[in-house]
């Protein structure tokens, strides 16, 4: 079975869903931070060293955002953003 196909397959149950849905935000993050980095053209070390830290703490900050386990700090995302030449903008959307 392809990712599409059980994906589909998956949301078709509500609790899936509700709980997929809840991880939006952090999806949508995830897909910009990664998107950002990509159009840079810089790895998690390059972003890593402009930030003053090691390449795994991205690569956690990065995964952590798929799991919802854990949020980083908004100072951290300004870091982050500021690395990429960025700057971090925060919305409330209705």
Not at 53 to 74: M, V, Y
């Amino acid at each position: 079975m392809k990712h599409d196909e059980f994906k589909k397959q998956a949301l078709k149950n509500k609790k899936v869903k509700e709980e997929y849905e809840a991880l939006e935000p952090e999806f949508s993050l995830l897909k910009q931070i990664l998107k950002a980095r990509n159009r840079a053209g810089l790895s998690q070390a390059d972003i890593a060293e402009r930030m003053g830290t090691k390449p795994p703490a991205i690569t956690r900050l990065e995964s952590s955002l798929t799991s919802g386990q854990h949020s980083p700090s908004i100072a951290t995302l300004k870091k982050y953003a500021a690395a990429l030449d960025c700057r971090l903008e925060i919305k409330f959307v209705r």
